[in-house]
């Protein structure tokens, strides 16, 4: 499996990681109701399901705001075809941001395809019942943990494109959410990953795709505005 965050170019040298946390803040998930995954998900619901929340959702940047319109554009001619990978080069992935409660640190791994670290996440398969629980499903699958997610609505949109070593992709479009998870958690290491490490989200590792430490700041300047 490819990983939703992946560019062409990486930077080198890791720096040592960080797992304290601060002062809890909290956030109302009230509206957050278990997605259950089934195997007879009809396709065009799951995309329709995605359109609307896109449809809906106020990114905070008009640089976000003119990418959404590109994925709503994109959608609309790819049709069910962009949540398959086997079906297109160019395709939507599910990215999960893991933050501890406080938002000080986010839960990364270093991908073994990519030779960086990244956020959790992947693919959409055939079973998930929307692409956010397909977010939450990669980030339990990835680093064994339980998390809780922020909301159930994207807040953030990254389209990248991979390099060589991802043999089968060419261009994801990665739909990101958030979650929250206990830092004293223990973590897995899965077969896509070298290892699984909380990193403070302002001392972040140097082995990262581009434009990485700004999307994390994207990330938690949205996630700090839920309530």
């Known amino acids: 499996m490819c990983h939703p965050c992946a560019s062409s170019t990486v930077r080198s040298a890791t720096s040592r990681c960080c797992s304290s946390r601060s002062a809890s803040t909290r956030f109302c998930r009230s509206d957050i109701r278990p997605v259950p995954t089934r195997r007879d998900v009809n396709p065009l619901a799951l995309l329709a399901d995605l359109e609307r929340r896109l449809d809906l959702w106020q990114p905070a940047t008009p640089a976000q705001a003119r990418l959404r319109d590109d994925y709503l554009e994109y959608l609309t001619a790819t049709g069910p075809a962009a949540l398959d990978r086997n079906a297109s080069r160019s395709h939507l992935t599910a990215s999960c941001f893991v933050f501890t409660e406080d938002l000080s640190a986010v839960l990364l791994c270093f991908h073994k395809k990519g030779r960086f670290w990244v956020q959790l996440g992947g693919h959409i398969e055939a079973a998930d019942g929307t692409v956010s629980a397909a ?78 430490p700004g999307r994390v700041a994207r990330v938690v300047a949205a996630a700090s505005a839920v309530s």
Request: hydrophobic share 40%; aromatic share 8%; net charge negative.
């Open 135 to 212: 977010a939450f499903r990669e980030a339990t699958e990835e680093a064994g943990i339980v998390v809780t997610p922020l909301s159930p609505e994207p807040i953030d949109v990254d389209r990248h494109s991979l390099h060589a070593g991802f043999s089968k992709c060419d261009v994801h479009w990665d739909v990101g959410f958030v979650a929250i998870a206990d830092p004293a958690l223990p973590t897995i290491t899965s077969d896509e990953s070298d290892d699984v490490r909380w990193w403070p989200v302002g001392a972040l590792p140097t082995e990262v795709p581009d434009g990485f």
